[in-house]
């Protein structure tokens, strides 16, 4: 009921919309953002056959520290993104459903910063190197028009960092808040003559909101430019994360959420120190390494244009896990430490042509993409004689490759009123594994995926303030390198593991309703084969198998409004029925996916000064209930809805430039579970989210 209630209060906090709408003016181009992500060079939304939203840099700063992209992207529909108050963990992103399996990082939706894959070749991603204070804007996209980025089924979030520019300048932003969370920023650029610099480093600690959930994280970017000819541009990025034994909290059963939902779950078999929790015993916790590099160039030949983009890096990951010995015992599993090194490296390179045809042009993008990761990767026992949470013998040695090969094609006609697009992309993902620890057999092997993936979209322009359109797509997922780790119970690598294939169909409108309105509809139904599932998961350790087919079809909704007087409201809804369309053991045709919700609602009424010195806004978050395992027969995490409020101020001194916020999220201090972990075997489904929390901040910018 109290989902149910909050959900219509947020409707009816943005009603004044409907007079609006009703404004007989003409429509505005500030409501029609430039996107590149659906044709990989500058568009406007407006006129693409794709489900496209734009988070600019005023939502991802909204009164936030800008340290989880979870907030901002709360806005766009068709996306769930959940904070698991668990920094060992990443995020949970899931687009159109795909996506929410992941026990942890982000896979079914591919990542891209600056250009650069936040997502290996295997298609598993992290967010958490998103470097959010120098972000500019967030493109999301969903649907066909996705699938021609390669291995993933459901969308791309793409991240681009503003550009140097401007005399130089020097920021300092400092916050604090509930549960010991403090962050502190400094960031520095400007340009001079063909040359701009970005410098921004960054830490943030939390004592955390659960048990045993506490992280430090420490963050560097930098962004180099240099204009090599009047049409031409070299941009180089360095990133680099480093997070030091940051705690895991693990997932709690339903029990447990209801005692307390800050604790962590109490390991029963611990007969030295009763009472004392998993977490605790098995001292759960990663320490994580990240460095990369990025360079991009780009260069315009009159109306073509060629695009390169090469990268590498490194990431180093130590994670402790809560296996216990008994677990560890048989020859074939490797341990509860999980140690690797990992190298990556790729490039992307396209040529954009534009030509007249037929009365109508052309647009041609030729590309090729490829990347690598190599992964040294070792495992040990995660106690030594009785103590647990400390590296012992080694379980694991093997070096693991993963590999990818894509050219792909893209067309674009536009003629009159019509907009025709085509897509052709080629995969080919290969996996390759050289076992060095021989006593348990040797599993070395690999398995190689290929897939085309074409696509179809078309748009009508039926005024200047209305388009129409439809796309489909066929699209691929492989399984992602952690997905191929084990078969069955702890077994050895499942080469047998299939690659899923779906078809996506998409229809959708676009409008512009006076000056002030715009609405973004889209109706969409994807059929996935071969889905790949949860088997058996326990500890942190999952393996993954093929189920039947699965049906996911839905609706998007984004409305965005400027009320008049300062006032502005945005709403996206999200509805979906994702469910198993064939059944298959323990699973009955019909069952809801896990990790899935039907309902998804942000509801947005803001105000902002005239002079802009001042700004308010409320927000409401509301989604419905969420299965955590395929049989739907666990309780599932019960609908809910929150509100946030947060105010900001802004003032200009000369030279320098203030800013001061407050935020209350949760402002009701709703009890709710935030995210589940999909068919954990010891039914440690739930991961709570915070009751109410504040967040206060500042920064000081001064320009020279």
């Known amino acids: 009921m109290r989902f149910r209630l909050n959900a219509v209060a947020a409707l009816f906090a943005v009603t004044p919309l409907a007079a609006t709408a009703a404004a007989p003016n003409a429509p505005d181009a500030p409501l029609n ?84 894959p936040a997502t290996m070749p295997d298609g598993q991603g992290q967010a958490a190197t ?56 400094v960031n520095a650029g400007g340009k001079q003559g063909s040359f701009g610099w970005l410098l921004d480093g960054s ?34 990025t360095a990133g680099g994360l480093r997070q030091d034994d940051t705690q895991d909290p693990l997932g709690v059963t339903w029990a447990t959420f209801q005692r307390d939902p800050r604790a962590g779950e109490i390991d029963a078999t611990d007969t030295q120190t009763p009472k004392r929790t998993l977490a605790d015993r098995y001292d759960t916790r990663k320490s994580i390494h990240h460095q990369q590099i990025g360079l991009a160039w780009d260069e315009k030949f009159g109306t073509d244009r060629l695009h390169l983009t090469v990268y590498g890096g490194n990431r180093r990951v130590v994670q402790y896990q809560a296996f216990s010995k008994a677990f560890q015992a048989p020859a074939s599993h490797s341990g509860g430490v999980v140690d690797f090194d990992r190298d990556f490296y790729g490039f992307d390179a396209n040529w954009l042509m534009v030509r007249p045809l037929a009365d109508g042009t052309l647009r041609t993008t030729v590309g090729l993409e490829a990347g690598k990761s190599n992964d040294a990767r070792k495992g040990y026992e995660n106690y030594v004689g009785t103590t ?44 390759d594994v050289a076992d060095h620890y021989l006593s348990n057999g040797n599993d070395g092997g690999g398995v190689d995926y290929r897939h085309t993936t074409p696509l179809l979209g078309a748009l009508y322009k039926v ?30 690598f499942n080469y047998h593991l299939g690659a899923a294939t779906s078809t996506q169909l998409e ?34 350790r999952t393996s993954y198998r093929n189920a039947s087919a699965t049906l996911r079809q839905g609706l998007e909704l984004s409305l965005d409004a400027d009320l008049r007087a300062g006032f502005s409201a945005r709403v996206a809804a999200t509805a979906l029925r994702a469910i198993y369309d064939e059944a298959f053991t323990g699973v009955a045709q019909g069952n809801r996916l896990p990790g899935v919700p039907r309902t998804n609602l942000f509801g947005e009424l803001a105000w902002k000064a005239s002079d802009g010195r001042l700004q308010a806004a409320l927000e409401t978050v509301a989604s419905g209930n969420v299965y955590p395992d395929d049989a739907n027969a666990a309780v599932p995490a019960p609908g809910y809805a929150i509100v946030n409020a947060r105010v900001q101020a802004n003032q200009a001194l000369g030279m320098w430039r203030l800013r001061e916020y407050a935020r209350v999220n949760n402002v009701f201090d709703r009890t709710y579970v935030g995210s589940v972990i999909v068919g954990d075997g010891n039914k440690r489904y739930y991961e709570p989210a915070p009751g109410r929390n504040w967040v206060l901040g500042a920064s000081v910018h001064y320009q020279f």
């Open 130 to 185: 998103f470097d959010l204070d120098m972000a500019e804007r967030i493109e999301v996209l969903r649907g066909p028009f996705s699938t021609l980025y390669g291995n993933h089924a459901g969308g791309v979030i793409q991240l681009f960092t503003r550009d140097p520019r401007g005399a130089p300048f020097v920021e300092t932003n400092v916050a604090g808040g509930s549960d010991g969370m403090r962050k502190t920023d």
């Open 507 to 540: 229809t959708g409108a676009k409008a512009l309703i006076g000056q002030d309105v715009r609405v973004n509809a889209a109706l969409f139904q994807v059929r996935t084969h071969d889905e790949l599932v949860v088997d058996s998961a326990s500890g942190g």
């Open 463 to 492: 005024t200047p303030a209305l388009n129409v359109y439809a796309s489909a797509a066929r699209g691929f997922e492989t399984p992602t390198l952690n997905e191929v780790f084990y078969s069955g119970t702890g077994g050895g």
């Open 33 to 116: 953002v430039v996107v590149v992500s659906a044709t990989r060079a500058e568009h406007t939304s407006f006129d693409l056959p794709a489900a496209i939203d734009v988070v600019d840099a005023d939502r991802i700063g909204a009164a936030q520290p800008r340290v989880n992209a979870s907030e901002a992207l709360a806005a766009v529909p068709g996306l769930t993104v959940q904070n698991r108050q668990n920094y060992a963990q990443d995020l949970q992103i899931s687009s159109r459903g795909f996506g929410a399996r992941s026990a942890f990082g982000v896979r079914g939706v591919r990542l891209v910063a600056d250009g650069v």
């Open 388 to 431: 647990f949470g400390v590296k012992g013998r080694l379980r694991r040695d093997e070096d693991d490759h993963v590999r990818n090969v894509d050219p792909y094609l893209q067309l674009e006609w536009e003629r009159g009123p019509w907009v025709f697009t085509g897509g052709l992309r080629h995969s080919r993902v290969s996996f």
């Open 203 to 236: 830490r943030f600690e939390t004592d955390g909101y659960r048990a045993h959930s506490a992280a430090t994280r420490d963050q560097a970017y930098a962004k180099l430019t240099f204009d090599t000819s009047p049409s031409g541009k070299l941009t180089v």
